[in-house]
């Protein structure tokens, strides 16, 4: 990342431009706090399993070959943190509802370099997340009340915000957790779906290209930045 | 005549892909009988594409790993940087990326099917600018096969009377699909930056050929196409020259040689059985090498005989030298104006519908530019179906980060430089004088080295990207990432060729302009090996249409007795 002269990364006004006023509770909360549960980023004895290979059958994909690693508390921690991620939105499914745990099981358990990765930091962040709620309630995070829970995540769902250096290790996982979960929950039918994505079907003659609407919302775009079609 | 398995042939053909493919047609269109040795397995895009396919069905939701580096569902077998058992290696200091995949059709199963042609001044850059080869021929030798070409492969695009998109003839071209809203967005920018977006040219059916089908507007194209509208030599040029009943195909053959007799004439290849490990020899009237230009210059340099110490047809030296790949970066940006936007199918036909043609030439004849050569970009972005990457960007959680996803879904743009370099002394390949690989056939070794020329290219591509998305009131990523970094490895835009450089002269150059080796006149190369330079517009249409006129030749010569 690189520092523009103000101190402000490129990537953190990005951010803030797009998401700063959207209001999630107290995202400055943890800041201030003296004393956080430490962080243990432990290296892991790699996966031995077997990876699906350099031709596996596309058309008809077999069951994924390696086991599923996450043990029982681990599937709790993950399911609260996911559905914290991508809540029930009125009709709309939460995180744990559309197989989003059972992805990331398998996205970490596999043998390959970056799942590996996620791995140890994905074990390091629920174990972190467990012993935080455990040190505030004296419970795990999966069953600790709300408010617990969110004042952990708000301390560390804001990568680019200042932030005091003992939460580096589990800002660093949330934010990766929150890319695992994202994707996971959108590229479910229902998060497709929710998206909008309306391709994937044969059309018969030519490429019909931009609805109507949608050109008329480009060229109201365009006229906005004093740029024209033609 | 020679036989192999109760089969008479004429010529050995080395390679099924875009060189090999367009060879066996056009020697059996001719009458030729045509033994084809292919390194891959039998691959029938027929039935083993997965077309439909939904992220959501793949291993890791399709995202790409060691075993199949362009995610899941990308066709290629047995390959990407790496083959099980068949490593290459790099030379000190040197990063090279090699592509490859083990499969009857090759790398055109999965290629991108863009298919610009070279413009007149690009067989002639060293004329102008003193840096690397000029080609021994001219546009105008090649205008006519550039036609019949992209008639036969189908090729969709216009006439946009840009100099850097020469015009095809009248009828040759398929219509290009309508443009979607963030090309159209990019478009507008880049006019008032004054750079034209044109129509992309690709090896896509826009209309039925042949017993191809058109495009139907899903499913990706690396993955292969089963209804034949994307070109891929297992769906049109291989089952076209096996029907003239003149064409065998061995797959798994692993070419290990050229055998060449006493009186400099090839008269064979050796080849491994990759099933059973065991080693075959066939002869064969003539030999056409079009394993890739770095598998067909590996296979002559591993050649080696007392009358060859240095290789087959080696005798310039030139075997392995002046390794050219496009050059290569990426420039994504964030456009507000994009986001929220109504939604529509934008699959298309799932690539590029425009994209920005080079537009330097006069600047670069004014001597205004710093660096030789040039680029064009490939344009990307779009409501492309969701893959893990999707929530990268994003912070926070709950309903405001799914709110953020959804309007940022569609909102960014990609900027894809593909430009070209210029041949050096620092980038080439020899045999690796101790790793083999699991045959035991010595492999290759690469030597890399950008040089200022492609970083400086780089450095006015980075420039000129920004200037775009900063017109359309986005924000770039990474906006003050060195050149040197951004520029992608030497290989990584798969476009390697030159290694068997055709020339006027057997002193520095491999081949005649036909492809055909100056010291073994039966031995002629079709695969991209012979460019002379490396010209920005992705090499594969140049190489077929050589491979197409070159095999015209060669069938000529052959059914007249010549060779
Ligand atoms: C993802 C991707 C996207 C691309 N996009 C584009 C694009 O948009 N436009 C473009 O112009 N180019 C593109 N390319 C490059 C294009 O695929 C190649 O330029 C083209 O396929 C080269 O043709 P070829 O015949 O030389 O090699 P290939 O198509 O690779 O065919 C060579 C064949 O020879 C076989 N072989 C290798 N060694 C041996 C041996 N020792 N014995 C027997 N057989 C052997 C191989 O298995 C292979 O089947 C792309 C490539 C990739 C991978
Ligand atoms: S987009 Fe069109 S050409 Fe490409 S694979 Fe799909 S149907 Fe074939």
Redesign the pocket.
């Known amino acids: 990342m690189t520092a523009r002269k103000d101190g402000i990364s490129r990537r953190e006004s990005f951010r803030r431009a797009g998401l700063l006023g959207l209001g999630t509770g107290l995202p400055f909360s943890f800041t201030a706090a003296a004393e956080t549960a430490p962080w243990n980023l432990a290296s892991l004895e790699p996966v031995q399993a077997p990876g699906y290979g350099t031709d596996p059958d596309l058309v008809h994909p077999s069951p994924i070959p390696w086991p599923r690693t996450l043990t029982d508390p681990e599937l709790e921690t993950l399911s609260a943190l996911a559905d914290i991620l991508i809540p029930e939105e009125g009709e709309r499914p939460a995180a744990s509802g559309v197989g989003v745990v059972d992805v990331i099981d398998e996205w970490i358990s596999a043998p390959y370099p970056t799942q590996q990765q996620h791995r140890s930091l994905l074990l390091a962040g629920f174990d972190w997340c467990d012993r935080e709620a455990a040190r505030q309630s004296g419970v795990p995070f999966a069953e600790a009340g709300d408010r617990i829970r969110l004042q952990i995540v708000d301390a560390i769902a804001y990568p680019d915000r200042p932030g005091p250096a003992e939460l580096e290790g589990p800002r660093r996982f949330f934010d990766v957790l929150r890319s695992l979960v994202a994707g996971a929950y959108y590229t479910s039918p229902e998060g497709v779906r929710e998206l909008g994505y309306q391709g994937n079907v044969p059309i018969t003659g030519d490429y019909p290209g931009p609805s109507d609407e949608a050109m008329a919302h480009l060229k109201a775009r365009l006229e906005a930045l004093g740029l024209t079609l033609d | 005549m020679p036989t192999h398995q109760g089969f008479d042939y004429d010529v050995v053909v ?8 367009m060879a066996a047609h056009r020697l059996t269109e001719q009458g030729i009988r045509v033994l084809m ?4 397995r039998d691959y029938d895009p027929l039935t083993e594409t997965p077309m439909f396919h939904t992220n959501d069905q793949a291993p890791l939701r399709g995202t790409g790993t060691p075993d199949k580096n ?1 995610g899941f569902y990308d066709a290629t077998v047995d390959g990407g940087w790496q083959v099980p058992g068949e490593p290459y290696t790099t030379g000190t200091d040197s990063e090279f990326l090699w ?10 199963n ?6 610009l042609r070279f413009s007149p001044h690009d067989f002639k850059a060293a004329s102008r600018d003193g840096l690397g080869a000029d080609w021994p021929m001219t546009y105008e030798d090649l205008a006519p096969w550039y036609d019949r070409t992209e008639r036969l492969i189908g090729v969709c695009g216009n006439n946009p009377g840009v100099d850097d998109v020469p015009d095809s003839s009248p009828g040759v071209l398929q219509p290009p699909p309508v443009p979607r809203v963030p090309e159209l967005m990019i478009g507008a920018a880049a006019r008032k930056l004054g750079i034209t977006a044109v129509p992309m040219r690709r090896a896509v059916l826009t209309k039925p050929l042949d017993d191809r089908q058109a495009c139907f507007w899903a499913t990706a194209c ?1 993955r292969g196409c089963s209804i034949g509208a994307a070109f891929q030599t297992t769906t049109s040029l291989l089952p076209m020259a096996r029907a003239t009943g003149h064409l065998r195909i061995v797959t798994d ?4 040689g050229v055998a060449v007799n006493g009186d400099g004439r090839a008269t064979g290849v050796t ?1 491994v059985d990759r099933r059973t490990g065991e080693r075959q020899h066939v002869e064969a009237r003539a030999v056409v090498l ?4 770095c ?1 067909s210059a590996r ?1 002559l340099l591993n050649s080696r005989s007392e009358a060859f110490p240095r290789g087959v047809a080696n005798g310039s030296g030139q075997v392995g030298r002046n390794l050219m790949d496009s050059t290569g970066a990426t420039f994504v940006g964030h456009v507000p104006a994009l986001e929220g936007r109504p939604r529509y199918n934008e699959d298309g036909h799932t690539s590029n519908h425009w994209f920005l043609p080079w537009w330097g030439h006069e600047a670069q004849a004014r001597g205004e530019l710093d660096f030789p050569r040039g680029y064009h970009f490939e344009l990307g972005g779009g409501f492309g179906a969701p893959g893990m990457g999707i929530g990268a960007m994003a912070e926070g959680y709950g309903l405001a980060l799914k709110e953020a996803v959804r309007r940022r879904y569609g909102a960014f743009v990609g900027l894809s430089l593909r430009g070209e370099m210029v041949a050096s002394d620092r980038c080439f390949m020899e045999i690796d004088p101790q790793v083999k690989d699991r045959w035991g056939i010595p492999v290759p070794r690469f030597h890399w080295k950008w040089s200022e020329h492609e970083i400086r290219q780089v450095a006015h591509g980075h420039r000129t990207a920004r200037a775009i998305i900063e017109t359309l009131g986005g924000e770039m990523m990474e906006p003050d990432r060195a050149p040197e970094d951004a520029i992608k490895k030497g290989g990584e835009i ?2 390697e060729v030159g290694t068997t450089r055709m020339g006027t002269d057997r002193h520095s150059s491999v081949t005649d302009e036909w492809g055909q080796t100056w010291e073994v006149p039966n031995l002629w190369i079709m ?2 090996g012979v460019f002379a330079s490396n010209p920005h517009k ?4 140049t ?1 077929m249409t050589l491979a197409m006129r070159n095999a015209d030749r060669l069938g000529l010569a052959l059914s007249r007795g010549r060779l």
């Open positions: 080395v390679g099924s892909g875009a060189g090999g493919g040795l292919e390194a891959g362009f592509w490859r995949s083990r499969m009857l059709g090759g790398r055109t999965h290629w991108g099917r863009f298919s690396g053959a692993m070419v290990s080849f079009a394993a890739s230009a598998e296979i798969i476009h695969d991209g992705n090499c594969t249409l190489l």
